[in-house]
């Protein structure tokens, strides 16, 4: 079936958001770890069922989206958005790095 580009479009910012829900999906399994820590061994099994469960999510997303083809613009999205998603991760870290150190100058100086 012949996507138009208006539904090529939708379909790659769908993509897109798939691809950022697995990447903060990822993120709360490495916060998880920094709370509970884990050794090698569980670290190995926990990657190999987060990307199998990965694996899943974004299949059913393409099988929904592109009728079971496979189009290279969803994975195109899926990258971009992984990309996207971790440069707004990267800034929002940043952001509550400098709110939490005005607020501890804050706190200081009253």
């Known amino acids: 079936m ?3 580009i208006g539904a090529e479009a939708g379909v790659f910012l769908y993509a897109g958001l ?6 903060f999906g990822y993120d709360i399994l490495i916060c998880l770890r920094k709370l ?3 050794s090698r061994p569980v670290v190995g099994i926990e990657d190999l069922v987060f ?3 990965a694996s899943g999510y974004i299949f ?4 929904e989206t592109t009728y079971g083809s496979i189009r290279w613009f969803f ?3 899926l990258i971009c958005g992984a990309v996207l998603g971790h440069v707004f991760t990267r800034f929002a870290v940043k952001i509550s790095a400098k709110a939490k150190k005005s607020l501890e ?6």
Not at 60 to 63: D, F, G, I, L, T
């Open 105 to 110: 100058k804050y706190k200081k100086s009253r």
């Open 51 to 53: 990307w199998i469960g």
């Open 60 to 63: 059913s997303r393409m099988y």
């Open 36 to 38: 509970i820590p884990h």
């Open 2 to 4: 012949i996507l138009g």
């Open 18 to 23: 798939s691809g950022m829900a697995v990447l």
């Open 75 to 77: 994975v195109l999205g």
